[in-house]
């Protein structure tokens, strides 16, 4: 099964070396131990098994085979999360039933457990909430988890809580058969004020953290867009409020795309590119924001169980709501 990649925690941590032709002719595995001290022989092989070693963006999975001279990779995925312990953490459950429930998560909430994040997650939170009917499909550390939103973007999320719940709505995801809609507040406003933007979304090749529009390579990322405030002069905005229907859910997507068209979500930042004019600043001290202003306000879909249609709306948190009401006095 194949969870929608909207997630964002790093790939792992990226090590180059470069092999010269004194290196080459013996094992590779042995090879790039002998050269990579703190990675067992053990371990390199279970690597290339994984398909996480390229010389020259080829992968090579014979551990057997000769070394080479050339530019090597080796991906190191991060170390498994612990089985996540239940935790008393408040949620806000917009709706529940024996198949799945739905929350409006908060900023500065992660959704799973993962490298830095612990504890204090979504799935700490539900496993409290639901003890143990959550569905175990997405893994110890993810059950229930059939899509993710960034840890600092709030809104709405549905977990599944059987394994029936888990799979309709993955396929549903996998589908597009969603209804998602986000509100953000960018800066300046793009243009043309309604749109649909398609690109190629994959990891940046200068920051493996980060995502970035691809001219090759990369997965389909498409961001139908509708700017539905402007603040400041109509003619050059100092700031935008905007509706984005997700048709796939690509890490980043929304903050990638927005930066791509000129429009960066305001406070995002890893894409914020730049700062917004000293109005916006102002306003955004006073409202307190300190992550991207990007909220998951709409969530609509087909019960996978029952075949009813349910759909969930979500005001934005306090933090972008002032900042909003603010930029509307510019």
Do not use: W
């Not at 609509?300 to 009813?308: D, K, L, N, R, S």
Request: glycine share 10%; aromatic share 2%; net charge neutral.
């Amino acid at each position: 099964m194949i969870i929608p990649d909207d997630d964002d925690a790093p790939p792992g941590e990226v090590v180059a070396l470069t092999l010269t032709a004194e290196d080459a002719g013996g094992r590779l595995d042995k090879t790039l131990a002998e050269r990579l001290p703190d990675l067992s022989r053990a371990r390199i092989q279970a690597l290339m098994a994984q398909g996480l070693v390229s010389r020259g963006g080829v992968v090579l999975t014979d551990t057997s085979a000769k070394a080479q001279a050339g530019d090597y990779e080796l991906l190191i995925p991060p170390p498994e999360a612990a089985e996540p312990q239940a935790e008393a953490i408040p949620l806000t459950v917009l709706y529940e039933d024996t198949h799945l429930i739905v929350v409006d998560k908060p900023p500065g909430m992660a959704v799973h457990p993962a490298p830095g994040t612990p504890n204090g997650t979504l799935v700490n939170a539900l496993l409290a909430h639901c003890g143990a009917s959550l569905s175990g499909i997405g893994g110890v550390a993810r059950p229930g988890i059939v899509h993710r939103i960034d840890k600092e973007t709030s809104g709405i999320v549905v977990v599944a809580k059987t394994d029936a719940a888990h799979q309709g709505l993955s396929a549903l995801f996998a589908a597009h058969d969603i209804d998602r809609v986000y509100v953000a507040l960018v800066r300046g406003a793009p243009s043309p004020a309604r749109g649909t933007i398609t690109t190629q979304i994959g990891r940046s090749s200068s920051d493996r953290k980060k995502m970035a529009v691809l001219k090759s390579g990369g997965r389909e990322a498409v961001t139908h867009y509708a700017v539905t405030a402007i603040y400041g002069p109509q003619k050059k905005p100092l700031a935008a409020k905007l509706e984005c229907r997700l048709e796939t859910g690509r890490t980043h997507q929304i903050r990638v795309h927005m930066a791509a068209k000129g429009s960066p979500c305001l406070g995002d930042p890893v894409y914020g590119s730049g700062p917004p004019a000293p109005a916006v600043r102002e306003a955004m001290a006073k409202a307190g924001l300190t992550r991207q202003a990007l909220h998951a306000a709409v969530l609509g879909f087909v019960h996978p169980v029952t075949g009813e249609t349910l759909r969930f709306e979500s005001a934005p948190p306090p933090d972008m709501a002032t900042l909003e009401a603010l930029l509307s006095a510019l």
